[in-house]
């Protein structure tokens, strides 16, 4: 049975616009008859268990049901291992040496997209990348050696979406796995076909549809929705007052959620009776604190 879900990164509690949307992406899955996931994706080092555990207890609080016990990425490092295994035995990966900085100042060919990666580790020989192994002293990361400069993706609420899909790392240096691999083998894995998630993921979904068809993986519905920004325009944050749920209190996130949707509803219940993705805002929900 196909499934939709939220995967929060614990690195910080739940704040309003996280809690929107993952309204959003339980009200889409919801009204589709699909099964509803949690994935805490705790790969990254800054992320914390007890950060985590606020952010279930959060969801569960605002009335957010999910159907299976959430997976922690962190229990699942064979699963990204046998991906990258495969991608390697197909010569689809190489070594990168290059820093942010050698990146940043690599020349790039008349036709190379913007923030495209240049290419500059590609093509080494055998003998120019033990030099760089030796130069390094640390390991490489791994890149995906694509055939594609672009890949287009439809989007529930964008239409048809065009974007980069360069040579981008599929391992960090210090052996995890990117962000694009882990959440293309985890939804595949726990059969989620609908990726609802905020805008300002939507120019990484022609990557990682792009692995996704060259791993044999069906591509997801993607539903990018609007973002919840301050008064300034900026991405929420603890300077802009009373944001989390514990400042905020139930009753009130569930009335600013509905109300910014354009609902009358106090919970997530009565939102999915007045559901409708057709009608849901494309702008950003400029938040105000009251």
């Known amino acids: 049975m196909n499934a939709g879900r939220f995967a929060p990164s614990p690195s910080a509690d739940l704040h309003i616009g996280n809690l929107r949307t993952a309204v959003l992406a339980w009200l889409f899955a919801r009204s ?22 606020r952010q279930l207890d959060d969801l569960a609080a605002i009335g957010i049901i999910w159907d299976e016990e959430p997976e922690w990425q ?16 197909r010569g689809l990966l190489y ?9 940043a100042q690599a020349p790039r060919a008349p036709h190379a997209p913007q923030g495209a990666y240049p290419g500059t580790c590609r093509d080494l020989t055998d003998a120019e990348r033990s030099d760089k192994r030796a130069q390094l002293n640390r390991p490489p990361a791994l890149r995906l050696r694509t055939d594609a400069i672009t890949y287009t993706v439809h989007d529930v609420l964008h239409g048809d979406y065009t974007g980069i899909v360069d040579d981008f790392v599929v391992r960090r240096g210090d052996g995890v796995p990117a962000y694009n691999l882990a959440v293309v083998v985890d939804d595949a894995a726990q059969g989620i076909d609908q990726v609802v998630r905020g805008d300002d993921l939507l120019p990484s979904s022609p990557r990682q549809a792009y692995l996704a068809a060259l791993l044999g993986y069906p591509e997801p519905t993607y539903a990018h929705v609007a973002l919840v920004l301050n008064e300034d325009g900026a991405r929420l944050a603890k300077r802009d007052g009373a944001v989390t749920l514990a400042e905020i209190g139930v009753e009130t996130a569930l009335r600013q959620i509905a109300e910014s949707l354009g609902y009358q509803a106090n919970t997530v219940e009565d939102m999915l009776g007045q559901f409708d993705p057709a009608k849901l805002p494309r702008h950003p929900w400029i938040y105000t604190p009251h």
Request: proline fraction near 0%.
């Open 32 to 53: 589709t008859g699909r099964r509803f996931l949690v994935r805490v994706d705790d790969l990254d080092d800054r992320t914390f268990t007890d950060i985590a555990n």
């Open 74 to 89: 962190t229990q699942h490092a064979d699963r990204y291992d046998a991906a990258i295994a495969q991608l390697d035995e």
């Open 95 to 103: 070594e990168c040496y290059c820093s942010r900085k050698d990146i």
